[in-house]
């Protein structure tokens, strides 16, 4: 009885106690920087009998402590563009242990032909678009919702087109693939490369309209391609029709990134980006990875905001 008595008085002496260490405990959180790491594999594709590269390049990246895994790429160009590989790596894919997002290569569709050489790229980007992006979550144990372009009526073929959020960095996904963005010289074939430009250039205003609202600190692009590269002289007269099929996306960005009081970064597949260097100009990045992984770490106290923190020895 004397027991029960003197629990509200030990309530009573506690509560200043308990709301003491709530009000520490609160504000150690929100003081706490909001830093993550994520992961970005690039072309480690090749089939071999004896190794699967890209098995060990997702267990390497499953070692890590990362908020999520990009993939660029689902096959390399050395593969072909079956069913049966396309199989194989959405296999893979599933068993990561991270939140694993794909993000389209030319080697996945552009440049699929048949064995007498003729291009079946539209079929093989709709049967990628059918296996890999017709959900709106990512693969992986863990998961994170995804934002698809195929969310506006007018662009509802456009899957591969994805956006999230993570700490106050906005990520995306856009379908630029190397080889001059897949423009054609022929005359009335480039009606894929026309309309993909449409639905890209509304697919950039929408992520930098939606960072500028959430006020994110920073775009992350994911691409094959890289944009940014203004080609000179003896480049531009070995492209399809000598015309440069990335013109439109770098203006676009340029122009967009300069209204954005944020950073951009762009992380693609350049084979002339120097090895192992994030390269900064005004508040726009790049990141080009060949083959091999990376990981790149997220310190929103830091001034550059993005390090990259680990590579692997495969890495352009």
């Known amino acids: 009885m004397r027991a029960a008595m003197n629990r509200p008085v030990l309530l009573l002496f506690l509560l200043p106690f308990l709301a003491g260490l709530l009000l520490t405990s609160t504000v150690n959180v929100w003081a706490e920087p909001n830093n993550f790491d994520f992961g970005v594999i690039a072309h480690t594709f090749q089939l071999d009998a004896h190794k699967n590269l890209l098995q ?3 267990n390497a990246s499953n070692a890590e402590n990362l908020a999520f895994v990009v993939v ?3 096959k390399s160009s050395t593969e072909s563009c079956s069913d049966n590989v396309y199989s194989r790596s959405r296999k893979i894919f599933s068993r990561s242990e991270n939140a694993l997002i794909i993000s389209l290569a030319a080697s996945d569709w552009a440049d699929c032909k048949t064995k007498n050489g ?6 093989k980007l709709n049967r990628a678009r059918e296996l890999f992006f017709s959900g709106d979550v990512s693969f992986g144990s863990t998961s994170i919702t995804l934002v698809r372009q195929t969310s506006s009526a007018k662009f509802r073929s456009y899957a591969e087109n994805a956006r999230w959020e993570y700490g106050n960095v906005l990520f995306a ?16 074939r480039n009606s894929e490369f026309e309309d993909r430009l449409i639905a890209n250039r509304e697919w950039l205003e929408r992520i930098f309209i939606h960072a500028a609202q959430r006020k994110n600190q920073a775009i992350v692009l994911f691409c094959d391609g890289n944009p940014l590269v203004v080609p000179n002289a003896v480049k531009l007269s070995k492209l399809a029709g000598r015309r440069d099929g990335f013109i439109e996306a770098r203006k676009q960005l340029t122009a967009l990134a300069k209204k954005f009081p944020g950073k951009l970064l762009l992380l693609h597949s350049d084979a002339q980006a120097k090895p192992d260097t994030l390269h900064w100009q005004a508040n726009i990045g790049s990141l080009g990875l060949r083959t091999g992984w990376a990981k790149i770490s997220v310190r929103p106290a830091s001034r550059t905001l993005f390090r990259l923190a680990t590579s692997s020895s495969t890495i352009d």
């Open 56 to 58: 060990q390049t997702i």
């Open 72 to 74: 660029n790429g689902i």
């Open 118 to 123: 003729k291009s079946i790229a539209i079929q």
């Open 173 to 188: 996904t856009v379908n630029l693939p190397v080889d001059n963005n897949h423009y054609l010289p022929d005359a009335g």
